[in-house]
């Protein structure tokens, strides 16, 4: 069926997959859903478990998105249906952008409890990976396989062998879209039919480089064998997505291009500011912006 014949009406779920465009695809939820009637979870967080047995009945009950880094399967504390998306991307760039993220920001490796020693050299940090079971991490999350009673390192089990399939199967009875980093202006564009967006801009971050090429392919090598769940996921995701972009035909392409316009616009505004420093041009990108956006 084309993603957007039937705008679904059911509440927002976005599972956000650390280091695949997650941050830039909550700034468009945040103008598409209102602040009062959306929820934000992080299982990164120790303050979650909190968090979430904080959320009152009537919160559920209102709620018109819920997102964070959380794994699949919010919607079992209500009766509500949540329509879910996501966005995966390749385990390579996806482990390097999380590996490089950490030797940046030494406090948020200290709030997770990653050792410095273990963040000298990238075998490392993949070795402890492995030894707290955070492989396949994007299969684990989709899967539903992380226990909100347990501490997020290490995990309480190892994936079990179909943890894949679960995955997949809940992809297929949940999620309106999953889409790929690679491919974020596609993936938001199927998003804005199927869950019937506002018109939609993608605001240009200053994201830093993966940096995948500083590695030998080796490593990259190690990385898809060790993670080899998340590639036949991703491998899965990509199929799916051609075939939700062919079954929407012109819409697609209307909805793709108008994405492409309204960014690019708002990008020359954007370089404008930063060469000529006129702050009230700013202000006008920043409510230009929330406008076509939501």
Known sequence: MKAGSNPT????????????AGTTLHGILARQYPAAHTLILDVQRPEYRRNLDGITEQQWASALCLRGHMPFGMHRRTEREFAYVTVLRDPVTRIISKYRNLQRRPERAREMAFPPDRL???????????????????TRMLAGWVEPDAPLFPYAQPLPDEALDLAKANIEKH???VGLQERFAESVALMQLALGWRQVGIPRRNA???????????VHDE??????LDQALVAYAAKRLDE?????GEDFERALQGIKSRSRVADNLQNLVRGSG?????????????????
Do not use: M
């Not at 009406?9 to 695949?20: D, G, L, Q, S």
């Not at 990385?223 to 080899?228: D, F, W």
């Not at 990108?285 to 076509?292: A, F, G, L």
């Open 175 to 177: 999620f309106a879209v």
């Open 208 to 218: 830093a480089p993966a940096a995948a090429d500083r590695y030998d392919l080796a």
């Open 120 to 138: 000298e050299t990238l075998e490392d940090f993949i070795a402890l990976q492995g030894e707290r079971n955070a492989l396949n991490f994007q």
């Open 223 to 228: 990385i898809r064998k060790l993670n080899h």
């Open 9 to 20: 009406p059911r509440p927002v779920a976005f599972v956000h997959i650390p280091k695949a």
């Open 278 to 294: 006129l702050r009230r041009v700013g202000s006008l990108v920043r409510k230009w912006r929330v406008r076509t956006s939501g």
């Open 244 to 248: 939700q972009i062919a079954a929407e």
